[in-house]
């Protein structure tokens, strides 16, 4: 009942204008009318949406990691370089040759041999390679005496060398005796009478 109501319903019965029943049929409406419901509203409570990376930040993150891959891969391989050592690669020398012609019938050096000969002598001590001494014959005459001067000439090649500080252990000496003339006529027969030196690899 409200206030107003309230005050009206003192007054009648002051005044004695309404009897009981009359007061219950004026007042019990007042009295009992509940009240109107009111409707309570629970608070939302909003969940929090999960943020999604852009493109942008997804292709940063990418990048970052690749590098970061890349930097270990090289980390990794030059510690592994530098523990390695690696073999000297060894200096490869191609063989030289030079011939030596010499007169019939001798094994004396001629003057004409002399400047192959000081080329000869420079090269090897430059090296430790081997050098192959061989001398040769014309197919004139005996044999026999064609082998002997053979190896004669390849001697007189190797004493001359030896002189001059190259070491007999590095020569490799021989006479193969006669050879065919390479071309017809004495120029054939000239080369053929010769002593060819070839200074090789290192054995």
Do not use: C, H
Not at 6 to 14: G, H
Not at 72 to 84: G, I, N
Not at 128 to 156: C, M, V, W, Y
């Amino acid at each position: 009942m409200d206030t107003q109501n309230r005050n009206i319903a003192l007054f009648a019965l002051s005044l004695g204008a309404v009897d009981l029943v009359a007061l219950n049929v004026l007042v019990a409406p007042l009295v009992f009318t509940a009240p109107a419901a009111v409707a309570i509203q629970a608070p939302v409570v909003e969940e929090p949406v999960a943020e999604v990376p852009s493109r942008t930040a997804l292709l940063k993150d990418m990048t970052s990691r690749t590098a970061a891959v890349v930097e270990e891969k090289e980390a990794v391989a030059a510690r592994v370089a530098a523990k390695v050592e690696l073999a000297p690669v060894p200096q490869v020398v191609q063989p030289q040759s030079w011939s030596l012609l010499f007169a019939t019938g001798s094994s004396l050096l001629s003057p004409d041999a002399s400047a192959a000969l000081q080329e000869i002598a420079v090269a090897a001590r430059t090296g430790s390679e081997q050098l192959k001494i061989t001398g040769s014959a014309d197919p004139r005459g005996i044999e026999a005496r064609n082998f002997q001067l053979s190896e004669q000439r390849a001697r007189a090649v190797a004493r001359w060398l030896a002189k001059r500080g190259i070491s007999e252990e590095r020569m490799s000496i021989e006479g193969i005796g006669e050879i065919s003339p390479e071309t017809p006529g004495e120029q054939g027969y000239r080369r053929a009478r010769r002593v060819e030196v070839t200074l090789g690899r290192s054995p």
